[in-house]
């Protein structure tokens, strides 16, 4: 499938992104051994590489991979993840400059730190930190499924299929390592610029491509032909549907690595103003998530996906179209694209959550820590995280790589009582907010593992009496009723947080 | 006054969430776009039409909200640092 003009400019914008990364580590110069200089770029981002940086965050190989394979799988269901990155930007309008202007106030750098000053303790702020760091593994374990993927595509041929998909997980991952430690968030951003435009134009592409050869009437006369609803939802699918879409929504603005690039803006209206237009990135999802039936109306395409073993074929649904459709110059660029497009995220998340330990449990452990080894510590767990990231990869077959990320996303549902309540009110007790986060994290994963049958993991939906739901949504549900019924009971027994006064007189 | 602009941003949020979680009234394959079914194109229309309300509501909110991190310049608002 791959040919020589396709992989030169694969490597060539490959080079030219590797240099972007290391010039970004020299671009508005800051001291880079500050934690706060690495991790959130100094603070200093507009609205133009806010939304960029933010787009970033938020398209992923999620984006390019998971949701186009999930869809081709599965059908219309997983769609969701369209209305999904509509909404959530109202909700992040309203949170984000409220946190913004609080942590500004009092110097937080994470959720944490907020959570560790208005209930006034550390046991929480180390819990959210952990919930954070650990749903950020599942995500970043979906992005090097999708770097692997397209290097899959580009191999393809050249070897044995088993060999190929090893050998290029492994070098997915050293380059992601290699690629986080040099540059931190300034270098990812510059990336960003040159993926968007990559992946843009190579949308758009396609989308022409299968308009012109009559593409989505063959695509629908061949999709409906098969067992899986693509069209329409079943009607028993309902509830799915929205819980899936709204609660992903409210998970989005809880991932540590969103929370930062919320912060790295340069002030809380700025914030507000890119969440408000991060809506139009969208199109490119709800365009690349049609890939997953367009892919029907494309017989050469399907032919080539259907080449390879039914654990990976959905991953191989975009590559598959775009190496098919579009001219070798353009299908490298395309493919660079959505391999960058796993890497730099991937870096943002690892990054994200190396600063969470570095400064809210390492920190913790060793209070006297210098800003320089709070950096070091950082780094080094950058890469840590990304090992353990790995073992993700082989929890769940490529082609339902989505649930990566809806596992995550029950796991940081999670911290929505302490972080998101923790905007509105002080009057939560921190024990009651503890053991509802306990009861979240439990219940969420326990539910996780029976509605897989203790197997492989293919859904985050579960049974109830109103048809399949989001299990983030009953975790989260369970984790508010420990948290209200726990705040009574320390209300009627008159237990306070005891948070010092002056610290609630500044907030 | 501010009152009525909080409401105004208020109903422009909950425009698109509305117009999605109303499912039934888009769950259907006809009418086609260019051959797109329905369920499809009325979700990815509503992208640049939340966006386009979200921003309206963004220019508003920014408008009534105080100034309350006037210096955009880093280091006119260094937070004191509360953990040492």
């Known amino acids: 499938m791959i040919d020589i003009v396709s992989g030169i400019v694969f490597v060539l914008l490959f080079i030219v992104f590797v240099i972007l990364g290391f010039y970004g580590s020299r671009w508005r110069r800051g001291d880079l051994s500050k934690l706060k200089e690495w991790g959130l770029a100094g603070s200093r981002l507009g609205t133009f590489l806010g939304w960029f940086l933010l787009g970033a965050d938020i398209y992923t190989a999620y984006t390019f991979i998971a949701v186009p394979s999930s869809l081709f799988a599965k059908g219309a269901i997983y769609f969701f993840a369209a209305p999904y990155v509509i909404i959530t930007y109202a909700f992040a309008m309203w949170a984000m400059p409220k946190f913004w202007n609080i942590a500004n106030r009092r110097g937080y750098l994470t959720v944490a730190d907020f959570v560790r000053e208005i209930f006034n303790s550390r046991l929480l702020a180390v819990s959210v930190a952990l919930v954070g760091i650990v749903a950020e593994l599942p995500y970043i374990a979906l992005q090097i499924v999708g770097m692997q993927a397209v290097l899959v595509a580009m191999l393809h041929g050249v070897g044995t299929t088993t060999t190929i998909i090893e050998l290029s997980l492994i070098v997915s991952f050293i380059i992601l390592a290699a690629f986080t430690w ?152 395309a493919m660079l694209g959505i391999f960058i497009g796993g890497l730099v995220p991937a870096a943002i998340m690892a990054i994200a959550a190396a600063n969470l330990f570095s400064r809210n449990i390492a920190k913790e452990l060793k209070p006297n820590i210098t800003p320089k080894g709070e950096t070091k510590v950082a780094q080094v767990f950058a890469v840590v995280f990304k090992f353990l990231a790995l073992g993700f990869v082989f929890i769940i077959p490529a082609t339902y790589a989505i649930q990566l ?100 007189d500044s907030i | 006054m501010v009152k009525a602009v909080y409401v105004a941003i208020a109903i422009l949020l909950f425009i698109p969430l509305i117009a999605l979680l109303a499912i039934p009234t888009y769950n259907s394959v006809n009418p086609t776009l260019g051959g797109v079914a329905f369920f499809y194109w009325y979700q990815i229309l509503w992208m640049p039409l939340g966006a386009l309300l979200y921003y309206i509501a963004s220019v508003l909110w920014n408008r009534t909200e105080k100034d309350s991190a006037p210096g955009n310049k880093p280091a006119a608002r260094r937070g004191r640092r509360t953990r040492r």
């Open chain 1, 182 to 333: 040099t540059s931190g968030l300034r270098g990812a951003t510059l990336g960003a610029l040159l993926k968007d435009a990559l992946i843009l134009v190579s949308v758009i592409a396609v989308v022409v491509a299968v308009l012109m050869i009559g593409g989505f009437h063959s695509a629908y006369v061949a999709a409906s032909a098969t067992s899986i609803h693509y069209f329409q939802l079943p009607s028993g699918l309902y509830n799915a549907y929205w819980s899936l879409f709204v609660f992903s929504a409210l998970a989005l603005y809880l991932y540590p690595h969103v929370v930062n690039g919320s912060l790295a803006q340069k002030n809380p209206k700025t914030v507000r103003t890119t969440a408000s237009l991060l809506p139009l990135y969208s199109i490119g999802l709800g365009l690349l998530a049609m890939f997953g039936f367009m892919i029907y109306g494309v017989p050469a395409a399907m032919q080539y996906v259907k080449s390879f073993p039914a654990s990976i074929q959905g991953t191989q649904v975009v590559p598959g179209l775009i190496l098919t459709l579009l001219p070798n110059w353009l299908a490298g660029a």
């Open chain 1, 405 to 504: 990320q809806l596992f995550g996303g029950i796991l940081i549902l999670q911290i929505l009582p302490s972080f998101v309540f923790g905007l509105i009110t002080r009057n939560l007790n921190r024990r009651a907010l503890f053991l509802g986060l306990l009861a979240g994290v439990v219940s969420g994963m326990y539910i996780m593992l029976a509605a897989n049958d203790y197997a492989t993991w293919t859904t985050t939906l579960v049974s109830t009496g109103l048809g399949p739901v989001f299990i983030g949504m009953i975790a989260l549900a369970i984790n508010i009723v420990v948290v209200v019924v726990g705040t009574l009971i320390a209300n009627a027994m008159k237990v306070t947080n005891q948070v010092p006064k002056a610290v609630l």
